[in-house]
């Protein structure tokens, strides 16, 4: 059966298992997933690789002129990869060198409107999930089924540490918890599109569920709004 398809944001806190939930979800229902945070993470990289002085407007906006960003589907990964100037750097940018600067210049008014306009572009035809802080709020506010996801702060410690100790040992929590509480305030803070949990979003926590649960549940939200989640 063809139902409408229609736009999936879900927003939250760093690590609470957005884009898990998101990648399941969006493969589960033949949708395209956008990480959006891989965006900002990508043009974080490209400033630190061209010493872009991200204090000065006209620098910054010199080096969007140079980035281009897009995703990219990886047939063994099973799961579509961002491009920074056609070059695959999804293992760069996840990267504790960038998670260190990401939420400074994903502050930034100009990188916002940048990486803003083409998320919306991507929208289109609706037919997505995508996951960020402002998704919700300011990229669809129209989206038709909200998420905010939250999870205990230990556990997403945790999460965040065994990734990160996969492919650098010599971490540390303190490390990985300073990080998280850093970009939390941050990404919370900022002037520009804080994160915030838009009126009309459902709260999931899922410190508790299983992904097998958690899936259960969203499938279930996307069924309420669209009949039917046999959309592919
Ligand atoms: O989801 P993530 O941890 O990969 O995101 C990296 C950073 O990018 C995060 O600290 C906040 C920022 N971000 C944002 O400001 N807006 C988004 N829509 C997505 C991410």
Not at 20 to 44: E, F, H, P, V, W
Not at 98 to 109: L, M, W
Not at 115 to 132: F, S
Request: glycine share 4%; aromatic share 8%.
């Amino acid at each position: 059966m063809a139902t409408q398809k229609i736009i999936i944001a879900i927003d939250g806190y760093s690590s609470c298992g957005k884009s898990t939930l998101a990648k399941q979800l969006a493969s589960q229902i033949g949708y395209n997933y956008i990480d959006s945070g891989a965006m900002y993470r990508a043009i974080t990289l490209y400033f630190l690789r061209h010493q872009v002085d991200w204090s000065n407007r006209e620098r910054v906006l010199e080096a969007l002129k140079d980035i281009h960003l897009s995703f990219e589907y990886n047939a063994a990964h099973g799961r579509s990869e961002i491009h920074l100037n056609d070059e695959n750097v999804e293992r760069f940018i996840r990267d504790i060198i960038v998670a260190e600067k990401v939420s400074e210049i994903a502050a930034i008014k100009e990188v916002r409107t940048f990486a803003v306009a083409q998320q919306q572009k991507m929208g289109k035809k609706r037919g997505i999930v995508m996951d960020g802080r402002d998704i919700g709020t300011i990229v669809f506010p129209d989206a038709e089924l909200k998420i905010f996801m939250t999870a205990d702060p230990e556990i997403r410690v945790k999460r965040r540490f065994e990734e990160y100790y996969a492919t650098n040992p010599d971490i540390t929590i303190e490390e990985v918890m300073h990080n998280l509480e850093l970009r939390d305030y941050i990404d919370s803070n900022r002037e520009e599109s804080p994160l915030r949990q838009a009126d009309d979003a459902i709260v999931l926590d899922n410190s508790n569920y299983t992904r097998e649960e958690q899936l259960e549940k969203v499938l279930q939200w996307v069924t309420d709004r669209v009949g039917s989640t046999q959309m592919a």
